[in-house]
């Protein structure tokens, strides 16, 4: 029997905290493609609309790089799925944690980059104003702050 992770604050074996680590992971997961799912669905449609074709090319273009970011973010957070049943049964359940928390980080970045160019596209097909940049890099900080600032200053500040 493997020792105890009692260093982790918990009285769990490393299989124990690989699950409970793949549980909580998988939450995480689901609530993260649920939402590039969603926009990936969206940008998806907009091709075929009419006003698409009014767009000028460094729309389009903003257009073309949003959709392959959110084919990229939907692969990228579907990964762990896929990465658990090729390896479930296998023993690796703590690498197999590792991974899936790497992709679901890669994932959550290329969402971010999805979403940044949805708001670029939409605010600048939507208004004439120079200020879209702007609102476009408030937004961006705000997500960086809400996705990895706080989580990252909380990590520091309550452990050792």
Do not use: N
């Amino acid at each position: 029997m493997a020792e105890p992770a009692q260093d982790r604050g918990r009285d769990e074996t490393r299989e124990e905290r690989a699950d409970r680590m793949w549980a909580e992971l998988l939450q995480e997961v689901r609530v993260a493609q649920m939402g590039v799912q969603i926009l990936f669905g969206f940008l998806l449609t907009v091709v075929f609309t009419p006003a698409y074709r009014r767009l000028g090319d460094l729309d389009q273009a903003i257009y073309m790089v949003t959709v392959v970011l959110g084919a990229t973010a939907t692969g990228t957070l579907i990964g762990p799925v896929s990465l658990h049943r090729l390896v479930s049964g296998r023993r690796v359940k703590p690498e197999a944690v590792r991974w899936a928390a790497r992709l679901t980080l890669a994932g959550l970045v290329l969402l971010l980059a999805t979403m940044t160019g949805s708001l670029l596209l939409i605010l600048r097909v939507a208004t004439d104003g120079d200020f879209v940049p702007f609102v476009v890099a408030g937004v961006v900080v705000w997500y960086l702050l809400c996705w990895f600032g706080v989580p990252m200053w909380t990590r520091h500040r309550h452990t050792d």
